[in-house]
């Protein structure tokens, strides 16, 4: 066996040796986000302007917790978790580093936008996130084939029986607990009640088990579903929604009646990045509303960038019209920042779904 | 022991990289993940060790209960690939000859040079209820209606013995190869029916072959991710799921840790249990696959 | 059909013919084997014996004719339902079994109970000379041993007809010898009809009541040891069954059976047989005899002079070989093992002589 020493070693030749390989390399900026947000051409523009490149590994939430977790806040330089999943694991884990606010433009963010993101990333009396794109959870629905589907619990109804379908994840348990007129958020600070809440939402949601033709993993699977008609109705994000509106007009995105979900992925620095200019740069990059509009039409949802809405071309902006009225809009439950602990409780919840037969 | 230094540093240095590769691949993760699965959360960022990780699968039903089902499920794939894959095996190693023998035996390897994901969406792709075999049934009239073949246990049954059937037929078809035509011939000569000769000769003899194919067969699928999380339904909720879930979606490295560790165990006690059952030895066993 | 005739047979093959694709490996064969014989088949590999032992095993079946056993047909009866069994060139023992498993075995498949099949394997071990080794593994056994196996599965069933197919192969020489005596024994004791395959002449002359020379498919002779020695039917069966001289020529003149042939090396011999244009004379080395001087061999129609060329010693089966003038290959005689020639020597001037009744001349 390697003696401690030797193998310390060891790893420090191999770090040296990585070191010296990447400096090497022109500068660079390693970028932990979602599929969608950092298109080639942004991403081929902003190489030109700074010489920086920009490697980019797409992810979700729990993947980037993860994969950050597992090296402490190495291996990447900027990443994107949503608003609401940066307080709870950087209390639990810190894999993040305070943000720096004055190397970005603030003006080039919605005030109050970037304000809320601020409010719920803070830990510590340190700011960890900035808002970049927002959008919703709702219903997308087959409307000719699912005409009364208006609410989550529609999903549950005979007129969908195995063709409905949402995700085995915390935003299903959220979204039914509102539905059935509870208010998980007010539970936050309470485990003991929250647990208790989310007992009777699994609950309503095993009964509703029997209508799910399955638990939708990828987004891709889900639309696929939709446009061969196996799915009539399912909870997914607006994007989704959209594209397939785009496709064919009876395909909708509505915003339920107990509330849209609205979430807002942000900007983070891992704990060990190593090129914190560069992460500022391309959030700066990012924020214009020239590069905003871009980056938001392809990912299709809406960018916290001040100005950029006007740019945005007119095909989403009249989606997002028809599927939120002023009322669906004010009636947006905006995620708070989770507090640590409460995965494990939505966490057995969804196991006993997915388990129980 | 004492060896010449100039002997033993051979000795090292021609072992090296099977000990490297033992201790690095092998040995360390597991002793990281033992240690890490002995570990408590006590408050953020503190942890006290502790056995509450092993006792929470003991204690939760919703744990075991999906362990005993996946092991079920483990056994029942096991057991079918099995009986699938003798026949096959029994052809190809006794009456294919040449090149129908080695046919046969790429056929079965085709499949798995494309990855395992993409054999499985190529099962949801027959089995879907837009799919291949929904439409075939309603074309010759054996169906009114879409028929949905996906998203259950079957399905993922199906997946499973799919994927298990070359590890099966491999060993089998060389446990068999290895039986001498006259001494089955003896046994029908001497009044041996059949079932008999299968019974008493062929099966004993291919023994540490069936042995070894089920070994191995267990494990890929007990340890299997990708088929029944693609093709299982909503009830069905296979182990390492829940190890997944652990480690990525519930951030609990110590718990997604332990269940590790057991199912490392447990599925070894199986097949430990199984060998005793069946009265074969693993060197044996070994010796054939 | 009953059994009524009084020269009751075990097996009766009927023109058996087996061909594959237009080969006919055995051809319009017919013979028949009584109770309690023990019958041979001796051939070269690929003359078609072990197929012809495959058929009446049941493991074949013929393309025409009828095998029958105690005069029932055995045309479609499965190799499982035939009153025959077979000792297999490689044993074929069961290795995933105990040596009374491997006796028990035909027992049990025939519905007989574990005690009573455990019972009387030991039984037939104690008889083949292996009480006590029930309980061994069949790998443990030494070749004898394993040989005794093989024959107490099949006499355990009582069968009317043991098929042996060149069991002895596998041994050593000195064991070979002995089992040829134990198989003889083992087969009078038990007074059970055995049809035994070989391609060994020694051991089907030395177990065998009855011998069928086998050739390209076909029968050339059936009959005992002696007449096939002795009188052997065809040329193959004089060159295939024991030593022999083996000269060609013309035949010469014949009258009343004797025949002279005119060697194509210039020697013309006496003999007796048919004679035809070209023929084949065959002698035996041991009628062939030797003497120092030619009066001693004065009253033998074939006499001639020669020189030692070789000596072969072999113990009791020693011969010389002897480069004779008029023939293209050295004579062959039994070295004598006393007597004045004794001692005899490479180059040593020989007289050598024989009958013409020894000499068989067939039409080539």
Not at chain 2, 6 to 12: D, G, R
Not at chain 2, 76 to 101: C, D, E, H, N, S
Not at chain 3, 280 to 293: G, M
Request: net charge neutral.
């Amino acid at each position: 066996m390697l003696t401690k020493r030797a193998s310390l070693k060891l790893a420090t030749a191999l770090a040296a040796l990585m070191v010296v390989g990447s400096a090497e390399a022109a500068e660079k900026l390693r970028l932990l986000t979602w599929s969608g947000y950092a298109p080639p051409d942004v991403v081929a523009e902003f190489t030109k302007e700074t010489g920086i490149e920009v490697e980019v590994t797409t992810s979700n939430n729990e993947e980037m917790i993860s994969k950050l977790r597992a090296t402490q806040g190495a291996g990447f330089d900027l990443a994107q978790p949503s608003q609401d999943r940066i307080a709870g694991p950087q209390a639990e884990f810190g894999i993040y580093k305070p943000l720096d606010l004055s190397k970005l433009k603030s003006d080039q963010f919605i005030a109050s936008m970037l304000e809320a993101t601020k409010k719920n990333t803070t830990t510590d009396g340190k700011v960890y996130g900035v808002p970049h794109i927002w959008g919703t959870d709702g219903l997308v629905v087959n409307t000719k084939a699912a005409p009364n589907v208006a609410d989550y619990n529609d999903l549950c109804g005979p007129a969908v029986a195995g063709k409905a379908s949402f995700r085995a994840k915390r935003p299903a348990l959220i979204a039914f607990a509102f539905a059935n007129g509870m208010d998980p958020f007010a539970a936050y600070g309470d485990a003991k009640a929250y647990a208790a809440l989310m007992d009777k939402v699994g609950a309503k949601l095993a009964e509703c088990k029997k209508n799910v033709k399955f638990f939708w993993e990828g987004s891709d699977q889900l639309l696929n579903a939709v446009r061969s008609g196996e799915i009539v109705a399912a909870m997914a994000w607006d994007t989704g929604g959209w594209k397939l509106n785009a496709e064919n007009p009876d395909m909708k995105f509505i915003a339920p009646k107990s509330g849209a979900l609205g979430w807002v992925d942000t900007f983070a620095i891992p704990a060990k990045g190593r090129n914190d200019d560069a992460a500022y740069k391309w959030i700066n990059f990012n924020m214009r509303p020239e590069i905003a509009a871009k980056v938001a039409a392809a990912a299709g949802n809406f960018t916290a960038s001040n100005g950029a809405d006007k740019l945005m071309q007119g095909k989403l902006k009249d989606q997002f019209a028809e599927s939120f009225p002023k009322a669906a809009i004010d009636n947006i439950k905006w995620y708070p920042a989770v507090p640590a602990g409460l995965e494990e409780i939505e966490g057995k919840v969804l196991d006993r779904l997915k388990a129980g037969s | 022991m004492i060896a010449k230094p100039a002997q033993s540093l051979t000795l090292f240095l021609l072992l090296a990289p099977a000990l490297l590769w033992l201790g690095l691949l092998i040995v360390l993760p597991h002793v990281e993940i033992l240690i890490l699965s002995f570990s408590e959360r006590v408050a953020p960022r503190v942890y006290a060790f502790g056995f509450g990780n092993y006792l929470e699968f003991f204690t939760e039903p919703l744990y075991w209960r999906t362990f005993a089902r996946t092991a079920f499920m483990s056994i029942l794939v096991t057991a079918l690939t099995l009986v699938l894959a003798f026949p096959i095996a029994l052809y190809i190693a006794r009456v294919a000859q040449g090149r129908l023998k080695a046919m046969l035996l790429l056929l079965c390897l085709l499949p798995f040079w494309v990855s395992e994901l993409v054999r499985t969406l190529g099962w949801m792709i027959l089995l879907r209820e837009t799919g291949v075999i929904s439409y075939a049934l309603r074309a010759v009239g054996l169906a009114s209606q879409p028929v949905e073949l996906l998203y259950n246990d079957g399905a993922v049954i199906l997946g499973l013995v799919y994927g298990g059937l070359l590890f099966m037929i491999v060993p089998l078809a060389n446990a068999l190869e290895s039986l001498e035509p006259a001494v089955v011939e003896a046994g029908y000569d001497l009044g041996g029916s059949r079932w008999t000769v299968l019974r008493r000769i062929v099966i004993p003899h291919a023994m540490p072959g069936i042995v070894a194919g089920c070994i191995i067969v267990f494990m890929l699928t007990v340890g299997n991710f990708a088929t029944p999380v693609l093709l299982g339904g909503k009830n069905g909720l296979w182990f390492t799921e829940q190890i997944y879930a652990q480690f990525i979606t519930r951030f609990n490295w110590p718990q997604g840790a332990a269940f590790g560790m057991l199912l490392l165990l447990l599925s070894s006690a199986i097949v430990w249990l199984g060998l005793r059952l069946t009265g074969q030895s693993l060197g044996t066993t070994l010796k054939q696959a | 059909m009953a059994a009524s005739s009084h020269t009751a047979t075990d097996l009766d093959i009927v023109n058996v013919t087996k061909r594959f694709g237009s080969h006919a490996a055995v051809d319009d064969v017919t013979f028949s084997v009584a109770p309690g014989e023990f019958f041979s088949i001796l051939g070269p590999s690929g003359c078609g014996k072990t197929t012809l032992m495959r058929m009446i095993a049941g493991f074949e079946h013929p393309t025409s004719g009828d095998i029958r056993i105690r005069s029932k047909s055995m045309i479609g009866v499965p190799a499982n339902r035939r009153p025959v069994n077979m000792v297999f060139q490689s044993l074929a023992l069961f290795p995933m079994m105990s040596v009374g498993e491997n006796v028990a075995y035909g027992l049990t498949c025939r519905g007989v109970s574990r005690a009573e099949a455990e019972e009387r394997a030991g039984r037939m071990l104690e008889r083949v000379g292996l009480k006590g080794f029930g309980e061994r593994r069949v790998t443990a056994l030494s070749g004898g041993q394993r040989q005794r196996v093989a024959i107490a599965r099949c006499l355990v069933l009582e069968p009317t007809l043991v098929l042996l197919d060149e069991p002895l192969g596998a041994l050593d020489l000195k064991l070979r010898e002995h089992m040829k005596i134990e198989l003889k024994q083992l087969q009078g004791t038990f007074n059970t009809t055995f049809a035994y395959i070989t391609h060994d002449q020694s051991e089907a002359l030395v177990m065998s009541d009855r011998i069928a020379v086998m050739n390209q498919g076909r029968f050339e002779q059936v009959g005992s040891p002696r007449e096939l020695y002795h009188s052997p039917a065809t040329p193959f069966v004089a060159s295939f069954v024991g030593e022999t001289n083996r000269w060609q020529g013309q035949a010469a003149s014949a009258s009343n059976g004797a025949v002279a042939v005119r060697l194509s090396s210039g020697a013309v011999v006496q003999g007796q047989g048919s004679g035809a244009a070209q023929a084949l004379a065959f002698v035996r080395p041991e009628a062939v005899a030797l003497a120092q001087d030619q009066s001693s061999l004065a009253n033998l129609p074939n006499r001639f002079e020669g020189r030692v060329s070789a000596v072969l010693f072999d113990g009791a089966a020693s011969s010389l070989l002897i480069d004779t003038a008029g023939f293209a290959e050295p004579v062959r005689a039994v070295l004598p093992q006393a007597g004045p020639l004794a001692g005899i020597e490479v180059g040593a001037p020989i007289h050598v002589g024989w009958t013409a009744d020894a000499m068989k001349v067939f039409a080539a």
